[in-house]
């Protein structure tokens, strides 16, 4: 298959016939003229294809070889021309779709959201709408330096930000500003203090004086390293308290769920209605309102007219599909699933390691709890501000 | 009597300079059978879809098969496609 570039500069199918014919096609080569496709239908017969521009050529060679030569097929080039030319309103339409195009590539149909981790996209997406750059802006009227501005007022938490637009897709790219490190004065006081109760098995004390000891039992909230020292010679000082105390802790956690679940099950026929959304205008293609409908699920699909991360168009196609559901009762209660979540919810908790762990499960009337007892063993020291 | 020696053949071999720059020396390159690359033509002297034959001056390559076409060509080379079975330096 010839490539369009080659379809533009017009391709000729030539049958050449003669006593030697293949003498031709090394004539055409010395002659530089291209040829491809060939086939030799029989000792007297070749089928060749050229560039319709070295046609007189190869006829001007063959003339001088004996041959006879017979055009089967033009593709593209003149006779291309020739042949839109007699159609002046298709002429009039590609004319006109061609000048369209190229406008919307004028305006943003698409906007896209880069280096945005902590903040929202969405919130980028606002931003940029309520400081005037959006969905149908007309981009080489956008000043970057503005844009940056006012959204950088409205996001204190951005660094940086631009937009860079390719086509008519925008693209925003942010960097978000670092958050400054927590300062403190190494001269204030602060203490050390249980985040949960335990038995303290191991202190190590950079920082302050000890207020507990290794064996002691310790309720949350209570002073583990104090930030208040007296020297030998009875002066007082403060200090910011640091260090770690590993205690062996104990969690109870409980999972309570139904004993019949109710899960929603396909009923009926599902319903379609289409939408078409140009810009920031909708067309509805359905009569009625876009409320969902009582007992369905509201599924909606988008897509863009344009090829996906070159350019879009501002055309944009919606399928809203509506699927009927009836509740009924579920699968049987699983302990092993309300037994993970519980495990997950213990190691997100624990700030150590899980030493020992089992589970219990009972019934209380329609109610299923199922108890998780660990025992760990863990950092509690907390940092508290101020004296004590 | 003694031979008449190939003497462009003898000053490469010397010179150790790779045989297919000598003039008349062609190269073929064959790609799984399906498809060789003639390098160094002077011309095509049978054309048939069982066998082509190509010069290269002091030599001449036959090759034969099924279903030959020459898919390219230009004043120096040939790309062959089809069922080639045999190729052959005469």
Request: charged residues 25%; glycine residues 10%.
């Amino acid at each position: 298959m010839e490539r369009i570039s080659d379809q533009l500069r017009g391709i000729v199918a030539l049958e050449i016939f003669g006593a030697f014919p293949a003498g031709l096609l090394n004539a055409a080569a010395a002659e530089g003229v291209e040829l491809w496709n060939s086939e030799s239908r029989d000792a007297n017969t070749l089928r060749v294809r050229l560039f319709e521009a070295q046609l007189p050529t190869l006829e001007r060679l063959a003339r001088r070889a004996g041959c006879e030569v017979r055009v089967l097929d033009r593709v593209g080039g003149r006779e291309a021309l020739r042949r839109v030319l007699r159609r002046p309103g298709l002429l009039i339409g590609l004319a006109a779709a061609l000048l369209l195009l190229t406008l919307s590539t004028f305006f943003v149909w698409d906007v896209d959201v880069r280096g945005a981790e902590s903040i929202s996209r969405a919130r980028v997406l606002r931003a940029l709408e309520d400081s005037g750059f959006g969905v149908g802006s007309f981009w080489p009227g956008v000043n970057t330096d503005v844009l940056r501005s006012r959204v950088m007022l409205r996001l204190p938490e951005l660094a940086w930000m631009t937009v860079n637009v390719s086509g008519s897709r925008a693209v925003a790219v942010v960097v978000e500003r670092t958050e400054k490190p927590e300062m403190y004065d190494a001269r204030e006081r602060a203490d050390l203090v249980a985040s949960r109760g335990g038995l303290i098995r191991h202190m190590n004390v950079l920082a302050g004086a000890p207020a507990a000891e290794p064996g002691q039992i310790v309720a949350e909230g209570e002073l583990l390293v104090s930030g208040d020292l007296e020297s030998l010679t009875g002066e007082r000082r403060e200090v910011r308290a640091r260090g770690s105390v590993m205690a062996d802790t104990w969690y109870e956690l409980n999972a309570v769920c139904p004993a019949e679940e109710l899960l929603k099950t396909p009923k009926g026929v599902p319903r379609s209605r289409y939408a078409l959304v140009f810009g920031k205008r909708r067309v509805n293609l359905y009569i009625g309102s876009g409320k969902p409908i009582d007992g369905c699920d509201k599924i909606i699909t988008e897509h863009t007219l344009g090829l996906d991360g070159l350019f879009s168009t501002p055309l944009r196609f919606v399928r809203e599909r509506f699927v009927p559901y009836g509740l009924g009762s579920g699968g049987d209660y699983s302990p092993e699933a309300s037994a993970r979540r519980l495990y997950a919810l213990l190691e997100d908790g624990v700030e150590g390691q899980i030493l020992s762990f089992s589970f219990t499960d009972g019934r209380s009337g329609e109610l299923h709890v199922l108890t998780l007892r660990a025992h760990c063993t863990e950092n509690i020291a907390r940092l508290r501000e101020g004296s004590g | 009597m003694k031979a008449t020696r190939d003497l462009p053949a003898e000053l490469a071999e010397r010179l150790d300079l790779p045989e297919e720059l000598l003039p008349g020396r062609g190269r073929l390159t064959l790609d799984g059978g399906r498809q060789a690359l003639v390098e160094g033509q002077r011309g095509i002297l049978e054309y048939t879809p069982e066998r082509i034959a190509v010069s290269f001056g002091r030599e001449k390559l036959t090759l034969s098969g099924d279903g030959l076409r020459i898919k390219a060509m230009n004043a120096g080379e040939l790309l062959i496609t089809g069922r080639i079975r045999t190729a052959e330096w005469g």
